[in-house]
């Protein structure tokens, strides 16, 4: 059956005026990539969530059969599809919340980096549209190489007069779920019980997990301090030689997007203590840009947390992370002042 517009708006106003009157609140989130590996699962995980009133799915392929498909879902949220950059604009229009996971994902032997050439010039376009459409939106920016996407999503909107740094979020997200699982496996714990600090980046070296902070407190060897610091790095990578060329993390990328996403909704409901790992805005080092933990709230990212105590392994890494972290940075600004 083909939807019918009218009805759909009715059923959204009512649905809005329902949850009103229970004084629950709904938050409107579009996924710009919504069609793609993540962002199909992604879509369906927000589809679920009880503070999403509103789901808008866009796509330059198949959003509408995706839309389709998630919209006979029996939870709460409306879900509408958008196609194309016409529709761009309608897509964003009033969203409290951009989720953008479009872009190429790597094959083996590649790379973050190696995506620059393709996804700057995507993510320059879609943030263009979040300047024109909602400025005042949360962005979520998944699309890699995240060290330099930030930056040039930043430099978009202070070229349209709308940055506001609390509202830019980088996703490292993975980089904490796949910390938190190997460093439960090594001590033998539920993950859940376990949280790890990822801070610097989301690209090799400038990953760095802080295993002296790990909650609950632990110690570790030389060995699993090694070990565990490599395979947190390269979890990307193990990801992407094990699908052989058909792409990257996706089903655990879009649990730890919800995550994140989840999150920043509480943040903007009000919800006291809602602390995640970001790569956001920062003066934490002397880099322009990035990730520690972040306390988010009704106007996103409100509070950077400082690296606290660092070990002598750890010292060592934040340099490696800086150096490699400075460039990455450099080339998403230059990439839109060129
Ligand atoms: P995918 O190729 O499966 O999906 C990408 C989607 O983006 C496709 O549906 C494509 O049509 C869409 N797209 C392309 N250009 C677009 C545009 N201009 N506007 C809107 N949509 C557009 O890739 P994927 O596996 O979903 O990965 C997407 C991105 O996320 C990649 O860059 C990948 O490297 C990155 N990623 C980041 C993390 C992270 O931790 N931040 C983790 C995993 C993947
Ligand atoms: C990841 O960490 O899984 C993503 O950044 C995708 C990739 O290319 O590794």
């Known amino acids: 059956q083909p939807s019918n517009p009218q009805m759909e708006e009715s059923s959204v106003l009512r649905r809005a005026d329902c949850r009103a009157k229970g004084g629950s609140p709904g938050f409107k989130v579009a996924i710009l990539g919504a069609a793609g590996g993540i962002g199909q699962p992604l879509a369906m995980l927000m589809k679920m969530n009880p503070l999403v009133s509103v789901l808008h799915l866009y796509d330059v392929v198949n959003s509408p059969g995706v839309t389709a498909d998630l919209s006979h879902m029996d939870t709460g949220a409306v879900v509408r599809g958008f196609l194309g950059q016409p529709q761009l604009e309608s897509a964003l229009t009033g969203m409290d919340?951009?989720?953008?996971?479009?872009?190429?994902?790597?094959?083996?032997?590649?790379?973050?980096d190696d995506l620059f050439n393709i996804n700057a010039g995507i993510v320059k376009t879609l943030c263009e549209g979040v300047a024109k459409s909602c400025p005042n939106a949360i962005v979520n920016l998944i699309s890699n190489p995240v060290n330099s996407t930030v930056p040039i999503a930043a430099e978009v909107f202070k070229k349209a007069g709308t940055y506001d740094p609390k509202r830019l979020l980088g996703v490292t997200t993975l980089d904490v779920v796949r910390a938190n699982t190997f460093v439960a496996e090594v001590l033998g714990l539920d993950p859940r019980e376990v949280n790890v600090p990822v801070v610097g980046g989301h690209a090799g070296v400038t990953i760095l997990p802080l295993l002296s902070q790990v909650k609950p407190p632990c110690s570790f060897t030389p060995e699993e301090t090694d070990y565990l610091t490599n395979r947190i790095q390269n979890g990307g990578t193990e990801v992407v030689e094990a699908k052989a060329g058909a792409g990257s993390a996706t089903l655990s990328m879009a649990y730890a997007a919800v995550k994140f996403a989840d999150a920043c909704l509480r943040g903007l409901r009000g919800d006291a203590g809602i602390v995640e790992c970001a790569f956001v805005a920062s003066q934490v080092t002397e880099l322009p840009f990035f990730a520690t933990k972040v306390?988010?709230?009704?106007?996103?990212?409100?509070?950077?947390?400082?690296?606290?105590?660092?070990?002598?392994?750890?010292?060592?890494?934040?340099?490696k992370a800086k150096k490699e972290l400075a460039g990455s940075i450099q080339k998403g600004i230059a990439f839109i002042n060129k």
């Open 295 to 319: 306390r988010l709230g009704r106007t996103g990212a409100e509070e950077v947390f400082q690296l606290g105590p660092l070990n002598e392994y750890e010292r060592a890494g934040l340099e």
């Open 97 to 112: 919340l951009v989720i953008i996971p479009a872009g190429v994902p790597r094959k083996p032997g590649m790379t973050r």
